[in-house]
């Protein structure tokens, strides 16, 4: 079997682990398969590397950063490469440049566009671990590239779809995909299987136990991904396509603290007024998620509130700040100290009652909505960021999610 592992930046934190991740490794080999293993950058180092950019510089390129930041997933596959040959086995390490990963040309949030395996191969012939670097690749002029927080699952998916893998396994520090966050949620219960689509809700809406786009990836290439600890033997999660074992209303919970809130106040209310405000994020590459805006009063006023990510808040008020006279609005209001929390599931279109519990487990938690947005198979409300984690809990317990129950 050609299999393909992943390790994030806490499996490889410290020596010890690098050791008892090269020892996983090699027994995954000794079992007879070819295995390419993707490494995060050790514990904490992205964002000690992010700390020391800040220090040199506020707003430093995106360019400069990505070649920063590369260099945190180059330091784990040399050290994996060298813990592997102190314990006798054979590993060679690569970083994109050298497998050959090419990117989109956006630095901080590229996209992989193709991924060359000859090298990765030759080097299987030869009888090597292959260690490629996560998180990274080259654009078009040869520059580093950097995914986006959380992008080594992308990177592994990416690879196993491209050597067409047998199996993609994503290891962490949890169990497995679990209802809700194990971590702020006590009673989380660990999901043995979960469809592509329910992941890739809980995924895109904060669930950071994989990257939004290495679930999308898994479930174009039809990858067999699986979710596992590196520190323990639990058979882990299985994301796949259909999954008939647990059809549940809600199957999970999952927060955002990474939100802010933009409000422009008293805009005309003519036609258009959306379609310009929104272009122009659109152009400056903000992504925009729940939109909210209301009828407008007596004097033709109204208001457009929406949710962006808040790396992007300085550029989408510059860009607002801009454009104001042609935009037309009184003042802009923002907010970094909101939330979200989100229910997903499968079930919720066809009932009408999932609403009212959520909100009913908010209203009980005396925790305030600020806004809401809901489509067929999640529901979203932006709350204080102080109430979150205590609105998952209340959330999750809402509806029973500690506990197996079919539909
Ligand atoms: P890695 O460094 O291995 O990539 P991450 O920190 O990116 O690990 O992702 C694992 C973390 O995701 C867990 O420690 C957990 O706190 C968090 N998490 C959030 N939601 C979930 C969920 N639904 N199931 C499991 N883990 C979750
Ligand atoms: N090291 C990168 C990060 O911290 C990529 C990853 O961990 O997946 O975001
Ligand atoms: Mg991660």
């Known amino acids: 079997m050609l299999i393909v592992q992943k390790y994030g ?5 410290n020596p010890e682990r690098v050791f008892n991740v090269a020892k996983r490794i090699m027994a995954a080999q000794a079992e007879g398969n070819d295995v390419v293993v993707v490494l995060s950058a050790q514990g904490k180092t992205t964002d000690g590397l992010i700390a020391k950019a800040k220090e040199i510089n506020p707003k430093p390129s995106r360019r400069e950063m990505d070649m920063l930041l590369a260099t945190g997933e180059q330091q784990s596959v040399a050290l994996m490469a060298m813990a592997i040959a102190h314990l006798g086995g054979k590993a060679i390490s ?14 901080s949030n590229a996209r992989i566009r193709h991924i060359n395996t000859e090298r990765i191969m030759t080097e299987l012939e030869n009888g090597n671990i292959v260690l490629v670097t996560g998180f990274q690749g080259i654009n078009q002029f040869g520059d580093l590239t950097t995914l986006g927080r959380g992008g080594s699952d992308t990177s592994a998916v990416a690879l196993a779809a491209a050597l067409d893998a047998d199996i993609c396994e994503i290891y962490t520090d949890v169990d497995g995909v679990f209802t809700a966050d194990p971590r702020v949620v006590p009673g989380a219960r660990k999901l043995d299987v979960i469809s592509y689509d329910e992941m890739l809700e809980l995924a895109s809406l904060g669930a950071k136990v994989l990257h939004c786009r290495s679930v999308e990836l898994a479930k174009k290439y039809n990858v067999k991904l699986i979710v596992r600890n590196s520190m323990s033997d639990d058979k882990g999660t299985e994301v796949k396509e259909e999954c008939k074992m647990e059809r549940m209303l809600v199957s999970g919970v999952a927060t955002d603290k990474n939100v802010s809130r933009i409000s422009l106040i008293g805009i005309e209310n003519v036609p258009g007024k959306a379609f310009e405000i929104f ?3 659109a152009k400056e590459k903000v992504s925009v998620d729940i939109i909210l805006q209301d009828v407008g009063n007596a004097e033709n006023k109204q208001n457009i509130s929406f949710t962006i990510g808040e790396e992007d808040l300085d ?33 919720m279109a066809t009932n009408p009652g999932i609403a009212s519990m959520f909100f009913e487990a908010l209203y009980d938690a005396g925790i305030n909505i600020h806004m ?3 489509s067929e198979i999640k529901i ?27 539909e």
């Open 9 to 13: 930046g806490s499996s490889v934190a």
């Open 94 to 107: 690569l970083n994109a440049a050298q497998v050959g990963i090419t990117t989109t040309q956006n630095y």
């Open 279 to 281: 272009r122009l994020m």
């Open 315 to 347: 550029i989408a008020l510059k860009a607002l700040d801009k454009n104001r006279a042609h935009l037309g609005f009184e003042r802009v209001e923002h907010d970094e100290t909101v939330a979200k929390i989100s229910i997903v599931g499968a079930g």
């Open 372 to 374: 809401i947005s809901t």
């Open 380 to 406: 979203t409300v932006l709350v204080d960021e102080n109430d979150v984690d205590e609105a998952a809990r209340a959330v999750h317990d809402k509806f029973k999610l500690a506990s197996v129950h079919a």
